[in-house]
């Protein structure tokens, strides 16, 4: 009898230990962190997310790619790196899987085209391209299509991406809410896909389970309130950002490359 005590107790205090390795110490005590992410360098961006952001202090990562930028577009974009708002790499031309049977064009910008070394350089050169708009060194990183393969044989250019010491961390598109630092690779961090129409309460309610688990929840938006096909409505963009206001004591709302360069000290 006694012995299945001290068992039972010795379980339960691996028990504790595990959740106590489980949870991340956030920085001032936040329960949480928190990341808004937006894609493509959309305009809806600029004219909605950023003054929505700035009116309660919040800084959010913008991934531009250097196709669609157009030169009048560069000074708003300057502008809000000056706020504190993070300009991230999204590469030069938006490489994607061409689907079996689609005519490749001329010169070809698929992920198949690709050598791992032309990607990487694609990569410096998208680096060079925001170094001249915000004159910043440490850029992170989110992949186009949300691929990490090149060429025929989907040569993962993840980890040499990080390992050449382009981008400091990289986002993927899928993982949802962790809590665990193990579980937050640096070359492809878990995120919250946000939806075509997504509703705030569906998005609240990822922000309530990372206070819960005391983890991460990177958000991933394209377009608030325009017509690209992955779009949120500006109001219920403005609640989840209310939300978060609200909570601000317990939640740690930043950019995805200050919150992964604390994961990569943790992970030291
Ligand atoms: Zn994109």
């Not at 995805?256 to 030291?268: D, W």
């Amino acid at each position: 009898m006694m012995k299945r005590y001290v068992f039972i107790h010795l379980l339960l205090l691996f028990v504790c230990i595990g959740s106590m390795q489980a949870q991340i110490n956030w920085p001032h005590n936040k329960k949480a962190a928190v990341v808004l992410t937006y894609d493509d360098g959309l305009p809806s961006q600029l004219k909605y997310v950023v003054p929505q952001l700035d009116a309660v202090g919040f800084r959010g990562t913008f991934y531009l790619y250097g196709k669609v930028l157009k030169d009048t577009d560069i000074p708003a974009w300057r502008e809000v790196s000056k706020k504190g708002h993070e300009l991230g790499n999204h590469s030069v031309y938006h490489p994607c899987w061409a689907k079996p049977g689609s005519t490749m064009s001329e010169p070809c910008h698929a992920l198949q085209c690709y050598s791992l070394k032309e990607m990487l350089l694609e990569i410096q050169l998208m680096n060079a391209f925001l170094y001249a708009i915000d004159g910043k060194t440490e850029r992170s990183y989110a992949y186009p299509c949300g691929k990490s393969g090149v060429g025929e044989e989907e040569i993962d250019y993840s980890k040499p991406m990080l390992e050449a010491g382009l981008v400091k961390s990289a986002r993927s598109v899928y993982g949802g809410v962790v809590n665990k630092v193990e579980d937050i690779r640096l070359e492809m961090a878990p995120v919250v896909v946000v939806a075509n129409q997504m509703k705030a309460d569906v998005l609240i309610n990822y922000v309530k389970e990372a206070i819960e688990k005391q983890g991460i929840c990177v958000f991933l938006f394209h377009g608030v309130g325009d017509n690209f096909h992955y779009t949120v409505d500006v109001v219920e963009h403005q609640k989840l950002i209310d939300f978060l206001s609200d909570h601000k004591e317990e939640l740690w709302v930043d950019t995805f490359l200050n919150v992964m360069n604390h994961i990569a000290e943790l992970k030291k």
